[in-house]
Nanobody, 120 residues
Framework: QVQLEESGGGLVQPGGSLRLSCTVTGSILSIGRVGWYRQAPGKQRELVAD???????IYADSVKGRFTISRDNARNTVYLQMNSLKFEDTAVYFCNAIIVPISGTIANSWGQGTEVTVSS
């Protein structure tokens, strides 16, 4: 089965940094657009950053200048470098990707999330 797995979350102080990873495993041909989303308690899920198959990153206004999305196609991995973290960045972060499997229909898949807590 094709799966997405996020990692890298944890507890960090304000102003600190974390690097999240999203790795796709399974029998796939390619990975298209990949997005990082987050959901804070009591709030709806929101798009944080998105990267095209060509490597162009797009960011929510709230994280511009602080977060950087990148991808390593050889490793089937997308990263989210998070710098200058703020209290309001606390959320569960999810990876979403368009995946072309070896067999089957192109899918828009989600990981199970990784927790980021920014606290002093």
């Amino acid at each position: 089965q094709v799966q997405l797995e996020e990692s890298g979350g944890g507890l960090v102080q304000p102003g600190g940094s974390l690097r999240l990873s999203c790795t796709v495993t399974g029998s796939i041909l390619s990975i298209g657009r990949v997005g990082w989303y987050r959901q804070a308690p009591g709030k709806q899920r929101e798009l944080v950053a998105d990267i095209t198959s060509g490597g162009r990153g797009i960011y929510a206004d709230s994280v511009k200048g602080r977060f950087t999305i990148s991808r390593d196609n050889a490793r089937n991995t997308v990263y989210l470098q998070m710098n200058s973290l703020k209290f309001e960045d606390t959320a569960v972060y999810f990876c979403n990707a368009i995946i072309v499997p070896i067999s089957g229909t192109i899918a828009n898949s989600w990981g199970q999330g990784t927790e980021v807590t920014v606290s002093s």
